[in-house]
């Protein structure tokens, strides 16, 4: 293999966007690298300090000096960092690391915060901040130096979620040190402090005590008017004000001309006024001390550039000034708690109350969807329409309703993702107690450019979309039916304790359609024991069939639908039943609903689920058993619902690491060729990552002439393969450029020859490599997708991988969990088995190729794409036959703005 002498890496840019992050009393500021015109402020905020603060604060530093002080105005980066900070021009804190020099991996750490701030979790979320900004650089362990007294700055080391170490030293000083590292301790610490801090934003949306709904009028149609009027129709608990200057009441409420103008404090502000004033109610509202702003209007980021330009405006405002904004351009919200009763909506009338959470990101689609679950008997405990998420979005409303105690099930409709990688984390901590239901827009070419049009979303790509919501347990369907097929069975029924089904059926045909429905599914019509079936055989008409499906006939009693419910139910290798009926001879729909319910209620574990084939529709008296129009709906929403089941029940993923995985040597290799404006790596940076990450590769020395390459392959020893290499040259096969079993010099010196005839300047040298052993050929890669960041990829390999289109993706990190099901989700992976003679390919090794690409990818933030294929995979370990390896500067634009 070939090697390449390490180097200090160079320093990749300086990261100078900014974070807006949540503080654990809902509030919001705005964490940013700090420049030179911050200079006074620090002053300011130093000034400020009490003397204990200003005491701590210098003994925090070197033992006495106030060195890291001094350093957090140096701009010295990457052997410095200072972060900020702000909210509406106020400096509340600073953080800084400082290290010896470029290369140290751990660096001291020093926090500032203003004395009205502590307490609201702020130098945590600094300290999380300053962690994820220093691990690309290699900084793998901070170190701090407190007082034995400072116990505020000690918690916020020691919750913090990651490992340390405590040294006591002299004068009452104690030296800490935090290893940096993510952990899945510190994630799940992270994970309670976002939804804590998520919760806490959200609530005076769901639980205010004033509102101001500003564009309020007496003109019924309007929006501002029906916003109003529903809000009192709705039976809203607090008090709403209704703020419009040309008016001095609306439906007999006196009205005020601006916010500001309202006694109370306003917690909810629903602004429903033509575009071009919004900025200014904006402003009114930050002055009032209002804490979330609901903006209804439309004209903004969907309508074009200067829309874009004015809802960036409105948030650059709500952001400074530490509050949240749902929309613009949405239908609002609906709290259905009846200690609230807020319809905030210009949706006609409330929704029953229930247990289903949605968010919809269409505002007119939404109103349909509430008429839909009415009809449906599915009841709203919280309804929110986003509109273009310039604020509060899907990733907020998780987290709150996760600790929601009213909220069971959530259910999305997404037309876009703004942070793909943050909603997949999120979405995995809530499916483990609550299912989350998706659907997602923009699937074909055609629905993507329409929900481009239609919201100013970006379409992705949906195979992408498949295996985000895999990895997080997101139960995705592909129609708004479907959602709500499932939303009807989670809302009423347990989860099933596997696959196993019993169809219970008065006529043959729906019990034929729903077992094929169930096995296409995924589920197993299960064979019944000799017990069930003995017992059924006698409680049932003798001419009926007691093999699954369990057919009654046509003459079947509500009483027999009774006595084989109940023995189903109580066959332990039934984990769930769908009972169909049809009035074949008689209409006893109504005797045979009640019937089910009665023995459901005896068996509160086992899901059940029923379609009454019948023209009048479902009896009222099923209530909360869900029912189905056709069998085959019901069917294929057991199945997701089954498999979302199963996800719940696996073993939660670990990160693995390794110990030969150099994540500096390969940060140096990438960086190297970023600074020299390289694209793609050469073979010899290739092999010498590969050497790096720990992923074997076969043999190879490059060579650039006839003689070159019968040297090398003397050298390597007989037989080689020659494989071309050129920046021209993308698919080696495509243009005849793989040579293989070349037994001798003459065959070597021929193939060469034949290369540079056919690929003329193309041709810049090639590989020469030992011809590897027998084994199953596998496609391992990895792509920095626009949207969603780093994938990575299993697949059938070789040169038909693009043909058979038999791959798997998982957002990176990935857990050996993740790396698993890749491996056993491929239509190939039964050849891993071992087929016809052949012996068992080494999957674990498989499963760690994806693990260190997945490492080798998080380290290494230039690499755009990897491409292993083939990896061919051994009895006994794995072996990289190709490789090629894409990269680019990642330089981040100065004026990107994240939420963290």
Known sequence: MTETVATTPAAPPPPDWAADVVLRDGSTVCLRRLCDADRHAIETLVAGLSDQSRYFRLLQCTKGSDRMLDQCLVSDYPRTLSLVAERGGEVLGVATWVRSDDSAQQAEVGFIVAEDFHGHGLGTRMLERLAELARPLGIARFEAWVHAANHEMLAVFQNSGFRFALFDMDAGVSRLVLDINETGAFADCAAVRAGAAATASLRPFFHPRVIAVVGASRTRGKIGAEVFHSIRAGGFTGRVVPVNPATDRVDGVATVARVTDVTDDVDLAVVAVPAGQVEAVVEDCIAKGVRAIVVVSAGFGESGAEGQAREARIVEKVRAAGIRMIGPNCMGLIETDPAVSLNASFAPSMPQAGNVAFLSQSGALGLAILEYARRLDIGISTFVSVGNKADVSGNDLLQYWADDPRTSVVLLYLESFGNPRKFSRIAQRVAQRKPVVAVKAGRSGAGARAASSHTGAMATDDRVVDALFEQAGVIRTSTLEELFDVASLLAHQPLPRGHRVAILTNAGGPGILAADACEAGGLEVVRLGNASATALAAAVPGAASVANPVDLLASASPEDY?????????????????????????????????????????????????????????????????????????????????????????????????????????????????????????????????????????????????????????????????????????????????????????????????????????????????????????????????????????????????????????????????????????????????????????????????????LLVEACPAIQEVDLNPVRVLPRGVVVLDARVRVQDTAPARSRRIWY
Not at 725 to 732: E, L, Q, R
Not at 749 to 770: C, I, K, S, T, Y
Not at 828 to 841: F, M, V
Request: charged share 25%.
């Open 562 to 854: 009774r006595r084989a419910l109940s023995l189903l139910l109580a066959d332990p290798t039934v984990d769930a039943v769908i009972a169909l009926y049809v009035p074949v001879l008689s209409d006893r729909g109504p005797e045979v609903a009640s019937a089910l319910m009665d023995t459901a209620r005896q068996a509160p574990g086992t899901p059940i689920l029923a379609t009454f084939l019948d023209a009048r529709g479902t009896p009222a008296s099923l209530k909360g058993i869900p029912s189905f129009a056709f069998p085959e709906a019901g069917a294929r929403a057991l199945a997701r619902v089954a498999r979302y089941a199963a996800w719940r029940r696996r073993a939660p993923g670990t990160h693995v690491g390794f110990n030969d995985f150099d994540a500096r040597k390969a940060r140096g290799i990438v960086e190297r060729a970023v600074t020299a404006g390289r694209t793609w790596l050469q073979p010899e940076e290739v092999s010498a990552l590969l050497l790096a990450s720990g992923l074997p590769e076969v043999p190879a020395r490059t060579a650039r002439s006839e003689a070159e390459a019968c040297d090398a392959a003397r050298r390597l020893g007989f037989p080689v393969a020659l494989k071309a290499m050129g920046p021209a040259i993308v698919h080696k096969t495509e243009v005849g450029g793989v040579m293989l079993g070349l037994d001798d010099e003459l065959m070597v010196a021929e193939a060469w020859r034949d290369l540079v005839r056919r690929l003329g300047l193309r041709l810049e040298g090639v590989v020469v490599q030992a011809m590897a052993p027998d084994g199953i050929d596998m496609l391992v890669g990895a792509v920095h997708h626009p949207i969603f960041g780093p994938l990575v990829a299993c697949g059938a390999g070789g040169t038909f991988a693009e043909i058979l289109q038999d791959t798997a993706y998982r957002l990176t990190p990935l857990t050996d969990v993740d790396a698993t099901e890749m491996m056993r989700s491929l239509k190939s992976a039964p050849l891993l088995e071992g087929y016809r003679g052949r012996p068992p390919a080494d999957q674990r090794a498989l499963g760690d190729a994806l693990l260190r690409l997945s």
